[in-house]
């Protein structure tokens, strides 16, 4: 005689991620992300409908994301509070949430540069709208299970920070980038590792080299002569070497290791590339991201 009763078998389980926040602090960003990592995601989903799309024999094959906040139908936090508290108990359910932060200033800035009303402004100041659409958020931000401040965040940091915190590491190396770019247009924010280049003589003076990059052979093989490169290279390329394994058994999903020179066009996109071969000969696929390789060539900028 079979049982109709859930399986208890954790893996049977349907994984649900309730993702909500703030307006402006990034809710869409990291649905955005949570759908490149494999998970089906809704958006505005009225929350009361839940129950009906979750949990019995038909287990979804992929985890789920659903998206919600103050702009969505039958809005009332206790209430959802109650009805995913229910849901969590059943056995053939993993439900977590996930709330986003974000200063109120830095949320103000957010809507003056789009110009977007806020939702729950409306004849009000910006300011106004926030501070009501944060105390009604204040029982999903306590109940949250997991909470992300996005206030010092650029998208593209939240984008890494919702994947370190989402994706499925037990299936997957870990993903190397390797970049380049020009101190004199301002720092990468996500580096773990950053080379300077700059000890390096400078190919912009050279006339016959500036329009070129460190792509090109001629920018290549002046690098290379530099007596400095090769015993310095040599260092950094055991040291990525090295320290790659460390990474890795602490869990990391990405690593991120830079190169700069002055204007990001020379030096720095020829050490990148020349590291990014040390790391497919080790075993690895980075992905190669050269910032301003696209930038034209600047005396005013070239100072070292």
Do not use: S, W, Y
């Given at each position: 005689m079979t049982s109709d009763a859930p399986s208890e078998n954790p893996s049977a389980r349907q994984r649900i991620l309730l993702v909500t926040g703030l307006s402006g602090a990034g809710k869409t960003t990291t649905l955005q992300v949570l759908e490149d990592l494999g998970w089906e995601t809704i958006d505005n989903f009225p929350v009361r409908l839940?129950?009906?799309?979750?949990?019995?024999?038909a287990v979804q094959p992929a985890p789920l994301a659903i998206g919600f906040d103050s702009r969505t139908r039958g809005f009332v936090p206790d209430e959802i509070i109650t009805l995913c508290s229910q849901l969590a108990a059943q056995s053939d359910v993993e439900l977590e949430t996930l709330f986003l932060d974000c200063a109120s200033g830095e949320i103000e800035r957010r809507y003056n540069e789009t110009r977007r009303p806020h939702p729950m402004a409306r004849e009000r100041p910006v300011l106004e709208g926030?501070?009501?659409?944060?105390?009604?958020l204040d029982p999903l931000r306590s109940w949250a299970d997991n909470v992300i401040d996005s206030s010092d965040f650029a998208s593209n940091q939240l984008?890494?920070?919702?994947?370190?915190?989402?994706?499925d590491t037990a299936a997957r190396e870990m993903t190397v980038t390797v970049s380049s770019f020009g101190f004199s247009r301002g720092m990468p924010p996500l580096a773990d590792l950053?080379?300077?280049?700059?000890?390096?003589?400078?190919?912009h003076w050279i006339a016959e080299l500036?329009?070129?990059?460190?792509?090109?052979d001629a920018v290549g093989a002046h690098i290379r002569r530099d007596p400095a490169f090769a015993p310095s290279f040599d260092r950094i390329a055991d040291l990525i070497r090295t320290l790659i394994p460390h990474y890795a058994a602490q869990g990391r999903s990405y690593l991120n290791i830079a190169f700069g020179c002055t204007g990001g066009r020379h030096r720095s996109v020829y050490s990148a590339e020349r590291a990014a071969q040390v790391l497919r000969e080790a075993g690895f696929s980075p992905?190669?991201?050269?910032?301003?390789?696209?930038?034209?060539?600047?005396?005013?900028?070239?100072?070292?």
């Open positions: 839940l129950g009906g799309m979750v949990g019995g024999k926030i501070k009501a659409e944060r105390e009604l984008q890494q920070v919702v994947r370190e915190q989402f994706a950053l080379f300077d280049m700059r000890f390096l003589d400078n190919p500036r329009e070129q990059t460190g792509l090109d992905t190669v991201i050269h910032r301003n390789l696209g930038t034209r060539p600047a005396d005013p900028l070239e100072r070292r």
